[in-house]
């Protein structure tokens, strides 16, 4: 038993250099001191990103530091006590133990966005009405996720079908390593049922692109150069002319390095639709920076994934049989109605497992 105790000592200890702890601490303590002073509320706006800050970084930590406490308290009662003890020790072993599980599969989320929100966008490919209709179905199978993880979702754009589902969303989900935990759902979703938009009820495949970010609201951490963007303003409206501002509020940004396009149309002011896009462009910008290994974000080329056949990482088919299946991890399962119903928790699992560096 002690030598168990000596052992999961030392896999904290190891977390806790991976985790950074040393640095983090001295970032919290920096902050408190900052807090602590009589005029930190004086900026509001700054102080309440030091103050969400504080909270993201000491929940980050301090589990992992109480761990280590209890894990150190047990060794020292272990090397003290007599055979009485030993049934109360294999009940303090076997709870530190499993704590230590739950907390290592924060290791699994070790990149420099893991513990942001995301933004998360979901595009109608090919297949018409269906991939309209299917681009709606993840909508609602992320929105459920997020939930059933109490993460807070925000839509930020929408644009919905001529007959019925949506041509594209954007939502914005704030919680625990919301981007770290949704960012292997990035690709296409391939479905294969048979088309209620069909009179004949004939068997279609539709395509839907989903993109996840994480979400850069600071303009320092990601710098874009003002004469690489193009911003466009009109009006915005609603589905069959509803909701339309009588001013220009919407607003088009694009970054022509790249050819990405971000528009935001929410009904409020040009200011405020303008930072919205700089933020999700930023966030668009660092994912590809991530994803294409790059140093400065003058060497990112744009995005060339289309949601179409040959693309998708995840295949779900209703018809001839039932089967979700991740063509990257290889995951599945029969129960499609409760991925579709957001429990995908096992392909998040699998993903991150499959990615993870030790």
Known sequence: ????????????????????????????????????????????????????????????????????RRVSDAIELAAISDKSMEQELTK???????????????????????????????????????????????ERMYVRHANSSDWKVDVIDRGTGEEAGIKHVTLQIEGDWAYGKLRGEHGVHRLVRLSPFNADNLRQTSFALVEVAPLIDEPESVEIDESDIKVDVYRAGGKGGQSVNTTDSAVRITHEPTGIVVAIQNERSQLQNKQTAMNILRSKLAQLQQEQHTDKISEITGPDVQAAWGNQIRNYVLHPYTLVKDTRTKHETSDTQSVLDGNIDDFIDSYLHQNHKA
Do not use: C
Not at 104 to 125: C, E, Q
């Open 92 to 138: 303090d072993l076997a709870e530190l133990e499993s704590e230590y599980a739950k907390r290592a599969f924060a290791l699994k989320l070790s990149g420099p966005y893991d513990d942001r929100d995301a933004i998360l966008s979901i595009h109608a490919g090919t297949g018409g009405t269906d991939a309209q209709d299917w681009a709606e179905m993840l």
């Open 1 to 68: 038993m002690r030598e168990d105790l000596q052992t999961l000592q030392t896999q904290v200890a190891e977390a806790l250099v991976r985790l950074n702890a040393e640095e983090t601490q001295q970032e919290i303590t920096q902050l408190e001191e900052l807090m602590a002073s009589p005029s930190f509320w004086d900026n509001q706006e700054q102080a309440r990103a030091d103050s969400k800050k504080h909270a993201k970084l000491s929940k980050k930590i301090n589990p992992w530091l109480d761990l280590r």
